[in-house]
């Protein structure tokens, strides 16, 4: 890629072109997508700068064939990429979970706005959470992380690159509108301060080259199509040499290894921006644009004397798990207050976490706009009563 690529300085962009910009910086070279609000300015961009760094853009027919197209290219060697809302997010289900069977890395952008259906395609939604996590068929485990600003759609962008490379595996940047078209300052950094994550590749020779082999942190290295190593892909249940296995056994080597290289390193994976926790009586969880009202409710409920604290997902999933049940555990936290625009899906995994240690309250819209502080206030104060 051309030293273009990362266009150093400060900027004012939306959330959705810094996505882009993300991409870039983290060794993109290839997109395909196809225009969908609210999601479509990614890959407007991604269409002026991938030519200008020697990348490739190129426009399918359809979310189903986009995704396809970025495995390909995967295979065939690069970073790739590509953006959808809702509807699209649906259509790419079947092939995301051929990206997490054939452990091909690739970043799916979802800008989620408010549904089901075509829903509210302007409008905001963080509707997609469980889909994320659930949406293809099978057992596997997935990585989301969720930006609350043009700032950190730019960084998670580009890690969300890195987690892929290094665990051979789709990683979903998982925004909403308000974050993918609220404009702001986005600060990137030189070149050289960035970090950049490229999977492992073989080191024997084609000739003793097992693809699926054993390795001690279960993400067998990748060879790269037209490198002269035998490369054979299946959605298949396969065995160690990528031919298909039908039967239980091969299934339980495989799933379990697709699962464990996941859970294993949840620890390395998972982030969180932490507030007030030490003393925290109550607890809001929430995550994307949601959290932007929070953070405000928060610092005002400390101002009235309130025992409040934070919990921000940067990565939603894999989930906190074991923050939540430590937290849960203490016996000063009484209550979680779960923000976010649906009907409850993050919520439902505080609830299960928390055991019945603590109470679970959800703070939710059905979509079409963010919490203003005021109101979340009120549900922060009720549950403090």
Same mark, same amino acid.
Request: aromatic share 6%.
């Given at each position: 890629?051309?030293?273009?690529?990362?266009?150093?300085?400060?900027?004012?962009?939306?959330?959705?072109?810094?996505?882009?910009?993300?991409?870039?910086?983290?060794?993109?070279?290839?997109?395909?997508?196809?225009?969908?609000?609210?999601?479509?300015?990614?890959?407007?961009?991604?269409?002026?700068?991938?030519?200008?760094?020697?990348?490739?853009?190129?426009?399918?027919?359809?979310?189903?064939?986009?995704?396809?197209?970025?495995?390909?290219?995967?295979?065939?060697?690069?970073?790739?990429?590509?953006?959808?809302?809702?509807?699209?997010?649906?259509?790419?289900?079947?092939?995301?979970?051929?990206?997490?069977?054939?452990?091909?890395?690739?970043?799916?952008?979802?800008?989620?706005?408010?549904?089901?259906?075509?829903?509210?395609?302007?409008?905001?939604?963080?509707?997609?959470?469980?889909?994320?996590?659930?949406?293809?068929?099978?057992?596997?485990?997935?990585?989301?992380?969720?930006?609350?600003?043009?700032?950190?759609?730019?960084?998670?962008?580009?890690?969300?690159?890195?987690?892929?490379?290094?665990?051979?595996?789709?990683?979903?940047?998982?925004?909403?509108?308000?974050?993918?078209?609220?404009?702001?300052?986005?600060?990137?950094?030189?070149?050289?301060?960035?970090?950049?994550?490229?999977?492992?590749?073989?080191?024997?020779?084609?000739?003793?080259?097992?693809?699926?082999?054993?390795?001690?942190?279960?993400?067998?290295?990748?060879?790269?199509?037209?490198?002269?190593?035998?490369?054979?892909?299946?959605?298949?249940?396969?065995?160690?040499?990528?031919?298909?296995?039908?039967?239980?056994?091969?299934?339980?080597?495989?799933?379990?290894?697709?699962?464990?290289?996941?859970?294993?390193?949840?620890?390395?994976?998972?982030?969180?921006?932490?507030?007030?926790?030490?003393?925290?009586?109550?607890?809001?969880?929430?995550?994307? =644009?949601?959290?932007? $009202?929070?953070?405000?409710?928060? @610092?005002?409920? %400390?101002?009235? &004397?309130? *025992?409040?604290?934070? #919990?921000?997902?940067?990565?939603?999933?894999?989930?906190?798990?074991?923050?939540?049940?430590?937290?849960?555990?203490?016996?000063?936290?009484?209550?979680?207050?779960? =923000?976010?625009?649906? $009907?409850?899906?993050?919520?439902? @995994?505080?609830? %299960?976490?928390? &055991?019945? *240690?603590?109470?679970? #309250?959800?703070?939710?819209?059905?979509?079409?706009?963010?919490?203003?502080?005021?109101?979340?206030?009120?549900?922060?104060?009720?549950?403090?009563?």
């Amino acid at each position: 890629m051309s030293s273009k690529a990362v266009r150093t300085g400060a900027h004012f962009m939306s959330g959705d072109e810094a996505c882009a910009e993300g991409g870039m910086a983290a060794g993109c070279s290839f997109f395909a997508g196809y225009p969908i609000t609210p999601a479509t300015e990614v890959a407007e961009r991604m269409s002026i700068r991938l030519p200008q760094v020697g990348g490739v853009y190129i426009q399918m027919e359809d979310e189903i064939a986009s995704m396809a197209a970025i495995i390909g290219a995967s295979c065939a060697g690069a970073k790739a990429m590509t953006s959808t809302s809702g509807p699209g997010f649906s259509l790419m289900m079947e092939n995301i979970g051929l990206a997490a069977m054939l452990e091909v890395p690739c970043v799916v952008v979802n800008i989620q706005r408010g549904g089901p259906s075509t829903g509210l395609p302007t409008l905001v939604g963080q509707q997609d959470v469980m889909q994320c996590r659930w949406g293809s068929h099978g057992d596997y485990e997935v990585i989301a992380l969720s930006p609350d600003s043009p700032q950190e759609a730019f960084e998670l962008t580009i890690e969300a690159f890195n987690l892929s490379e290094k665990y051979r595996t789709p990683v979903v940047l998982l925004s909403d509108e308000v974050v993918g078209h609220m404009t702001e300052k986005v600060i990137i950094p030189d070149s050289k301060k960035i970090k950049t994550v490229s999977r492992k590749l073989p080191k024997k020779k084609p000739e003793n080259f097992i693809p699926y082999a054993h390795e001690e942190d279960d993400v067998p290295p990748m060879a790269i199509a037209g490198e002269g190593y035998h490369v054979h892909a299946t959605g298949l249940t396969h065995d160690e040499l990528g031919y298909p296995a039908i039967n239980a056994d091969a299934q339980e080597r495989l799933v379990q290894r697709l699962i464990r290289k996941i859970r294993n390193h949840v620890e390395e994976i998972i982030r969180t921006e932490d507030a007030f926790l030490d003393d925290a009586e109550i607890i809001l969880v929430s995550y994307g =644009c949601s959290a932007r $009202a929070a953070r405000e409710v928060v @610092e005002t409920a %400390r101002a009235d &004397g309130m *025992k409040i604290g934070m #919990i921000r997902l940067i990565t939603v999933w894999p989930f906190c798990e074991r923050k939540i049940s430590e937290l849960a555990a203490l016996e000063r936290v009484k209550k979680f207050v779960v =923000c976010e625009i649906n $009907a409850g899906q993050i919520a439902y @995994e505080v609830e %299960r976490c928390a &055991g019945g *240690k603590a109470e679970t #309250i959800l703070a939710g819209f059905m979509g079409g706009r963010i919490f203003t502080p005021e109101e979340l206030y009120r549900v922060v104060r009720e549950a403090a009563e």
